[in-house]
Each structure stands twice: as C-alpha cells, then as structure tokens.
C-alpha cells in the first residue's frame, strides 16, 4: 500500500504561478509510473502530466510549455511547477501512481486562478 499527500495548492492570480508537491509513504517514484490529473465540478479527471520511471514524459495540450513535472527519488516527492497560470487551470490536483494493478490516489489539492 501506498499514501500520496498532495501540497502546495492555493489562490494564485492569473499569470502567476505555484508548485505542487507529492510524498510517498515509501519509495515508488522510481518505478512506479507517476502522474497528475485535474478535476473540475461535473468533468472527467484529466490526464496533466506523466512521469515513467524510465523517465519519459507526456503532458496535455493544454499545459505544455507551462508546467514541468519532476520527482526527487530521495525525498519520495514528485513536484508539480506550474507557470503562466490562467482561469482555466483551476481545479482540483491529484497525484497518482501506477504499476501493473496498483493504482494509487492522493486526496487532492485546490488549485484557483483568479482572474
């Protein structure tokens, strides 16, 4: 079992920008495939960004360019830089992990973006 707590949400004006974090309660982030999704009142969670643990990368349309995914093996943190912040990011956060059947979720962050 694994426990991922999302941090770093917040108020932020447009063009502004924030940085999420993710901790593990052990250490997955170097192989287990890592992610973050958003989500908005009466939508689908929506794919953010991907991080494998063979290092590649997959980001939405929508926020390539602006927001960066990494993860720090050591600290059991993945991080979440997010940039040039508009309206239309807010949502709520989730991290999430994944390896073969496991799939594990964190309890969310509040992102808003004022405008």
């Known amino acids: 079992q694994v426990q991922l707590v999302e941090s770093g949400g917040g108020l932020v004006q447009r063009g502004g920008s924030l940085r999420l974090s993710c901790r593990a309660s052990?250490?997955?982030?170097?192989?287990?495939?890592v992610g973050w999704y958003r989500q908005t009142p009466g939508k689908q969670r929506e794919l953010v960004a991907i991080?494998?643990?063979?290092?590649?990368?997959t980001y939405a349309a929508s926020v390539q360019g602006r927001f960066t995914i990494s993860r720090d093996n050591a600290r059991n943190t993945m991080y979440l830089q997010m940039s040039s912040l508009t309206p239309e990011d807010t949502a709520v956060y989730y991290c999430n992990a994944r390896r073969y059947e496991a799939d594990y979720w964190g309890q969310g962050t509040q992102v808003t973006v004022s405008s």
């Open positions: 991080l494998t643990s063979s290092a590649d990368i």
């Open positions: 052990r250490s997955v982030f170097g192989i287990y495939a």
